[in-house]
């Protein structure tokens, strides 16, 4: 008959540690073989536990991960908390449940993990004692994890540890995901703020010079207006398809032509294969923008901007060009760099930045420029990127 063994090991799962412990033989190929079995069996129990704190610690959201959280430490119940309730109790004897914030404080004060000998006056409740470990954000506690047991062993006191470790590093990528969405929000409002108000005021004004002349082109005109400016201020969507951005442009030109007339002369050529490319929301109009104002500012000759839109293999390629007065290198560098300078182009280095963090580095701006010489700037975008949608 052969001997049995415990043994242990820590998987690092997302981060943290987690105790796993299991029962298995002697023998080195019998021992591996289990090994790898509760291996497998951690790493999916703690990711199906992920999606759901990185929800944060909401009801709904805390029951779901309780459940495999449980899992994980193989006790009888297990508690989330939050700063001030219970938001998910997972487990038998729930009658315990009402006992778990009063265990919480000393955690919160603290912020170290604390074991209560917390007894139970119901016959057979397989609960006699809570470890209570402490979920820290960003040096904060923002809850407890509470394991609910008949003893406060060694080793649940340290797997308790490691679980809360773990959970808490995934509410810490939900904060990250939230900080990183009003970032994005924050951006796209000051790109809208960047929209220059004499564009909207000179719009409107020739707008009001058709009306008399020429009615029906002042009504286009208007309805390019509206689209133009519900699609701009629209709530909704951090990206879009590249064929919504192109027809943006094309009704910004249409109002920029009105004001300017046969001084600003447009190509536009674009491939069909690109337009269902999804891109990031207002990605292209501000560039063009500030090729209308560069190609035109101080020009008695007709100004000249060039859009090109390409398919290139696996990635869409969209080059905006003027002929206008060019930037200052050396400025430009500032303004990429997160140094504001609006006389270097509308919103370039927050367009700049956005690419990089949606698609990586390799697919910030590309801008070629000189004084007096024209700018071109070249967007590249992956065709399919994952985790990307335009809804």
């Not at 990711?47 to 759901?52: E, H």
Request: charged share 25%.
């Amino acid at each position: 008959m052969q001997d049995f063994l415990t043994a242990a090991a820590i998987l690092v799962v997302g981060g943290a540690a987690v105790l796993v412990l299991w029962r298995g033989t002697r023998n080195k190929q019998s021992l591996s073989t289990e090994a790898q079995r509760v291996t497998y069996e951690t790493l999916h129990t703690a990711w199906s536990a992920a999606p759901p704190l990185r929800a944060g610690l909401v009801p709904d959201a805390a029951k779901k991960s309780a459940r495999h959280l449980r899992t994980l430490l193989d006790t009888p119940a297990l508690a989330l908390t939050d700063e001030t309730e219970v938001v998910a109790w997972e487990g038998v004897s729930e009658h315990h449940a009402a006992e778990a914030m009063a265990q919480a404080g000393d955690v919160f004060l603290t912020g170290r993990t604390q074991a209560y000998d917390i007894g139970c006056t119901e016959p057979n409740c397989p609960i006699n004692c809570a470890v209570v470990a402490p979920l820290t954000v960003e040096g904060r506690v923002v809850g407890t994890l509470a394991a609910y047991s008949r003893e406060a062993s060694a080793g649940l006191v340290r797997a308790t540890n490691q679980v809360a470790r773990w959970a808490a590093g995934q509410l810490e990528l939900a904060e990250l995901d939230r900080s990183r969405t009003r970032l994005v929000e924050a951006e796209v409002r000051a790109l809208r703020a960047q929209i220059s108000p004499h564009f909207i005021y000179n719009s409107l004004s020739a707008i009001a010079s058709y009306v008399r002349t020429n009615p029906e082109r002042a009504r286009t005109l208007l309805l390019d207006f509206a689209d133009f400016t519900r699609y701009s201020f629209r709530r909704h969507g951090d990206f879009t398809t590249l064929a919504e951005e192109l027809r943006s442009i094309d009704q910004y030109l249409a109002l920029e032509r009105a004001r300017f007339g046969e001084r600003l002369k447009v190509t536009l050529q674009v491939a069909p294969e690109v337009l269902p490319v999804t891109v990031p929301f207002l990605c292209l109009q501000p560039l063009v923008e500030n090729a209308v104002r560069h190609g035109m500012e101080g020009k008695v000759e007709p100004g000249h901007i060039q859009i090109y839109a390409n398919d290139s293999g696996a990635e869409a390629e969209i080059t905006i060009e003027d002929d206008g007065i060019g930037m200052d290198p050396e400025k430009l560098r500032r303004t990429l760099a997160g140094q504001v300078d609006e006389s270097a182009g509308i919103g370039l280095g927050n367009i700049d930045e956005r690419l990089r963090r949606v698609y990586g580095d390799e697919y910030g701006l590309v801008v070629e420029t000189a004084c007096g010489l024209g700018t071109k700037i070249t967007v590249r975008v992956p065709k399919y990127h994952a985790g990307i949608s335009d809804v």
